[in-house]
């Protein structure tokens, strides 16, 4: 400073410099501030907009079925009838499917890395378990179908078969499909190569939350002589269940919107089998394999599926935010 | 069986089926990335890189969907990055906990969580629609939502790791608070940040969703960012569907591709985060 104005003495009423590049100062402050807010606003306008477009494109199939649109289980594009609910139905239970594979796994995973493993181990299972997350979902969908699916139909479908399938009422979701069992192209299938994908998601989540469980707790338990799986269940389960739960509900997020993994594997059939082990369909699948082919009315049911994907996406994220949430403020009411 | 032999036992069952979830979920990464080497190593060779994607029934390779992809992600990355750069330089330097920045991260996550098909869906609507065609830039638009919210975060995180001794020092000297964000506190927090943009990348490279409404595909060489454009992702689906033995062997080829390209980024990031945490 001292130096521009003894630069500027032999020139003394000049003291334009130093305000000029004061104004110049201030309005750049004003402008990154308003261009740093305008791209904040952008954000918001992509959701919005987003959501808007997802109502106006679906109008036409909300016209013409109404609220039935969502029950309605016949999807005919020669007849122009449509309806959301079979592929709406495969949709949540591939993903009940991976939930309660995955739940249990990921579960695991977290007390072997949290608990269990020594620490040159931690660091390296960390990793793999991360690295199966960034698999294109693409790359399970070609594993899926000419690895997975076969692999299935020759070694576990008929063991599930024959010890599921006699059983009363739940046996029904066993019975061997009448057509393409061989190929292991099924809902189930489709449902276990979910629960794959969305085990790494859940395991970090739940790694990190038990990773905060303050170690005095887990001590003082070990101290009056809890095994291992004691103070997990009875400390470290509790503290966090909540956190857990949100990790959950993220996992639950993914798999509802996974499209092309599923696309592969659950062979897109338009009908509800009774079977898990036949085809079906997600909402995701449909849209990728109809929605380029479309048009008309069949256009307008695929965008207002899309539009009901997503507000159960939505869903599911509200309710992992509030669990993660009524965790964090948990944590800091046990600070004070 | 007494109480303590019995606790012993429960502990000891529920440990071990612990160690075998890990193990089974190290078997599966280690099957699927055994299968992508088998199959796509023998299907790699010089023409990959030289020839077209071919008609059914006879050899070719993935030139111009390999150039394709390389445009999309690229015009996607200038496209987001700026978008989510500023956007998260907002909620870490000026909104910080108001109201506002709070609902701009909750629609961040809802962002980030959104099925990248309903974005495809989104994108068609708002560009191939009124354009009347498929072009490569809607594909980008696309993939440029999907960058948005990951490199939104990426940044704020970052930037709110930088201490506020910085910034006061630096304001203290008279610099005002553009000068400080970008000279000061950019030039702290860059490691971070650019590892975001590497995640983003990674993250739109294998994406093929969003790409199937909007980029489209195309059998032939082009760089005509106006028109439909060949793409790995695309021409993966497309190819492993077909029940042509050439068609799957570059599908197989073109994963692997991918795959490694992915994993490296990801690994990339690690290293980088790594060596930024010693310094």
């Keep these: 400073m001292s130096s521009t104005r003894a630069s500027t003495l032999d020139d003394a009423n000049n003291a334009s410099p130093i305000n000029r590049s004061k104004l110049s100062f201030a309005l750049g402050d004003v402008a990154f501030k308003y261009s740093a807010l305008f791209f904040a606003l952008v954000v918001l306008a992509i959701v919005v907009g987003i959501f808007v477009m997802l109502v106006v494109q679906s109008m036409p199939a909300w016209q013409a079925f109404g609220a039935g649109f969502i029950t309605g289980d016949v999807w005919d594009p020669v007849r122009e009838q449509y309806g959301a609910w079979p592929s709406l139905i495969g949709t949540l239970v591939a993903a009940a499917i991976a939930m309660l594979i995955g739940l249990p796994v990921s579960f695991g995973i977290a007390i072997f890395i949290s608990e269990l493993a020594p620490e040159w181990l931690k660091r390296p299972i960390g990793t793999a378990v991360e690295l199966l997350a960034a698999v294109p979902s693409i790359i399970y969908g070609m594993w899926g179908l000419f690895f997975f699916a076969p692999f299935f139909a020759a070694y576990i479908q008929p063991g599930l078969v024959a010890v599921l399938g006699p059983l009363p009422l739940f046996g029904t979701l066993f019975q061997m499909p009448s057509l393409g069992g061989s190929s292991g192209v099924s809902v189930m299938t489709a449902g276990i190569v979910l629960a794959i994908m969305t085990i790494p998601f859940m395991a970090s989540v739940m790694r990190d939350v038990f990773q905060i469980v303050p170690e005095s707790l887990k001590e003082s338990a070990y101290a009056v002589g809890a095994t291992q799986w004691e103070v997990v269940w009875n400390v470290v389960l509790p503290y966090t269940k909540t956190g857990v739960m949100g990790g959950v509900m993220l996992g639950l997020g993914r798999a509802v919107g996974e499209t092309m993994a599923v696309t592969f594997i659950i062979g897109n059939a338009s009908k509800l089998g009774t079977s898990l082990l036949e085809p079906g369909s997600t909402i995701a699948a449909k849209l990728a394999n109809e929605f380029n082919e479309a048009d008309g009315l069949q256009m307008d049911s695929l965008v207002a599926m899309g539009l009901i994907l997503f507000v159960i996406t939505f869903i599911f994220l509200v309710l992992s935010k509030l669990m993660l949430m009524s965790l964090a403020a948990s944590q800091e009411g046990m600070k004070t | ?279």
């Excluded at chain 2, 890990?22 to 020839?51: D, H, M, P, Q």
Aim: glycine share 8%; net charge positive.
């Design chain 2, 1 to 279: 069986m007494n109480l303590y032999a019995r606790r012993k036992l429960i502990n000891n069952f529920n440990m071990t089926i612990s160690v075998i979830t890990t193990a089974l979920g190290v078997i599966f990464l280690a099957w699927i990335l055994i299968v992508l080497v088998v199959k796509g190593v023998g299907a790699i060779n010089w023409s990959l890189f030289t020839e077209m994607t071919p008609p059914p029934g006879s050899a070719g390779g993935l030139a111009n969907a390999l150039v394709g992809s390389l445009l999309i992600t690229f015009a996607a990355v200038i496209i987001g990055t700026p978008i989510g750069v500023m956007a998260g330089t907002y909620l870490a330097e000026y909104g910080e906990k108001s109201f506002f920045a709070e609902s701009v991260r909750m629609i961040n996550d809802i962002l980030l969580s959104a099925p990248s098909i309903i974005i495809g869906v989104f994108v068609y609507g708002l560009m191939v629609l009124p354009m009347g065609h498929f072009s490569g830039w809607a594909g980008s638009v696309a993939l440029a939502i999907i960058v948005i919210p990951v490199v939104l975060s990426t940044t704020e995180n970052m930037l709110r790791l930088v201490p506020t001794q910085m910034r006061e020092a630096a304001a203290a000297l008279g610099a005002p608070r553009w000068l400080v964000i970008s000279n000061i506190v950019y030039k702290a927090a860059i490691t971070g940040m650019v590892t975001g943009v590497i995640l983003a990348v990674a993250r739109i490279t294998g994406e093929t969703a969003p790409l199937l409404f909007t980029a489209l595909n195309n059998q032939f060489w082009s760089t005509n960012m106006n028109d439909s454009m060949a793409n790995l992702p695309v021409v993966i689906f497309q190819f492993a569907m077909s029940p042509y033995d050439d068609w799957r062997e570059l599908a197989w080829a073109a994963a692997l591709l991918i795959t490694t390209l992915v994993l490296g980024m990801n690994i990339l990031t690690r290293v980088l985060m790594r060596s930024s945490g010693k310094a």
